[in-house]
């Protein structure tokens, strides 16, 4: 009896080591890259960031079959979505989705990759998207729709220019991925929108991260007639052109990369408490009289 007693002291006392040892050893899983974008699967932009990430990170990309620039979070419903695959030369995972970016984006989390991935980057897209323009933007959309699945999302574009250098921004976006990783920054909620300003003959400025400006855009609708007679108009919007110090539209404009935290919930919190004792009330209960 003192025998088996001894034996089983041991075998609690080993078997937890062997049991720490064998989690020790047992491989990690690698951190994942979702890439997707709003100008097509195949765009500069996005080659440029995966040709950056894949040395970091393993890289997924579904990216719309087609340029959807300016479609903000529209999604389809109705119509059936087709995937291809797209052979490229890291031999990963490139879809080719008809759909806009945020319908993309649903469809990838939902059925193209096993395991939701640690990060979602959408980009680089041509242009930039600061300011009230972010809204619009297809770019951001698809960012937005990942962070509504809990995944953190970082949205990058890249003002047009003469000479838009991709490949800078995407090693800008490695960077700063790793700083985020190494500082515990990536997790459920994040959601960046980072503006890289076009490459010129000056280095950029640095970086700044800063409030979104809410400086309105104009548009006016000149009003037209085609060779028929028909009625028609011709849309002049323009952009923001600055706003006050502190804004991402006034670090870009003097050529510093831009970092804005975004959030899911668009609450107004001041709002809120206004009008709570204001419009609140309880319907009459009937009672039963």
Do not use: C
């Not at 979505?81 to 080719?96: C, L, Q």
């Not at 929108?193 to 400025?205: I, K, T």
């Not at 028909?230 to 002049?236: A, I, N, T, V």
């Amino acid at each position: 009896m003192r025998r088996i007693l001894v034996s089983l002291i041991l075998l609690a006392l080993v078997f937890p080591w062997h049991r720490d040892a064998a989690a020790q050893e047992a491989p990690q899983r690698p951190f994942t890259i979702l890439v997707t974008n709003d100008d097509g699967y195949n765009a500069p932009g996005i080659r440029a960031l995966v040709d950056s990430l894949v040395s970091i990170a393993a890289v997924v990309v579904a990216a719309p079959e087609g340029q959807q620039s300016g479609v903000s979070h529209g999604i389809r419903l109705s119509n059936p979505i087709t995937v291809d695959d797209f052979a490229n030369k890291h031999g990963i995972e490139w879809y080719a989705i008809d759909a806009r970016p945020a319908t993309v984006m649903r469809l990838a989390l939902d059925a193209l990759v096993d395991t939701l991935p640690d990060l979602v980057v959408s980009g680089i897209n041509t242009g930039d998207n600061v300011g009230l323009t972010s809204w619009l933007s297809g770019t951001v959309a698809a960012a937005r729709e990942a962070a509504f699945h809990g995944v953190p999302a970082i949205a990058v574009s890249m003002g047009a220019g003469t000479y838009v250098d991709y490949e800078a921004a995407a090693g800008f976006m490695k960077t700063l991925v790793q700083q985020l990783r190494e500082g515990g920054a990536i997790v459920p909620g994040m959601f960046l929108n980072v503006n890289v300003p076009a490459a010129s003959s000056r280095p950029f400025m640095g970086v700044r991260v800063v409030r979104q400006s809410v400086a309105p855009n104009t548009s006016s609708y000149e009003p037209r007639t085609s060779p028929r007679g028909r009625l028609y108009f011709w849309d002049s919007w323009q952009v923001a052109f600055d706003d006050v110090e502190g804004t991402d539209l006034y670090g870009f404009n003097r050529g510093y990369i831009v970092i804005t935290p975004f959030k899911i919930d668009q609450t107004d919190m001041r709002a809120l408490d206004t009008l709570k004792p204001l419009l609140e009330m309880d319907a009459p209960q009937d009672d039963g009289g």
